[in-house]
């Protein structure tokens, strides 16, 4: 099942954008929350809830990088995708730095979506990372 277990933060303070990941993401069966900005985002944030996060780069209060930084933090194994309409080559450089998976220009394909969460979803078992957050154990060798 592709979408099986997969828990996504979408962080944007418009409504319609938001709604866009949540459908996006349900159509692969993803558990999606979303939050209009970061503190809202971060006040539930818990180790090993979330596996993949879009994160708005110019938000209220706190913006994209801030809170990848507060969530890499929190839970070093969350992929994070910065998502933009006012992409630079600096906040671009810093979101990777930072530990940002991607940096998503505004507007995006729902191929786009896919391929970052099945990218992310990748990167996360290559490390070896449940949801509890053990290492996986290696298949075995028939």
């Given amino acids: 099942m592709p979408g099986e277990n ?14 866009s990941f949540k459908m996006i993401l349900k159509i692969k069966d993803y558990d999606v929350d979303t939050f209009p900005d970061g503190p809202a985002a971060l006040k539930d944030l818990q180790k090993g809830v979330y596996d993949m996060a879009f994160v708005d780069l110019k938000l209220p209060m ?27 080559d600096a906040s671009h450089a810093n979101a990777i730095t930072l530990g940002a998976l991607e940096y998503l220009r505004k507007p995006f394909l729902m191929e786009e979506i896919y391929e970052l969460v099945d990218r992310g979803l990748r990167r996360r078992r290559s490390k070896g990372i449940k949801k509890e957050g053990a290492p996986k154990a290696p298949p075995p060798i028939h």
Avoid: F, N
Avoid at 6 to 19: A, G, L, N, S, W
Avoid at 67 to 75: F, G, V
């Fill in 6 to 19: 997969v828990k996504i933060m979408v962080v944007d303070d418009e409504p319609t954008v938001r709604e």
């Fill in 62 to 88: 706190m913006d994209g990088l801030e809170i990848l930084k507060h969530i890499k933090e929190k839970d070093p194994d969350i992929e994070v995708c910065i998502v933009t309409a006012y992409a630079t």
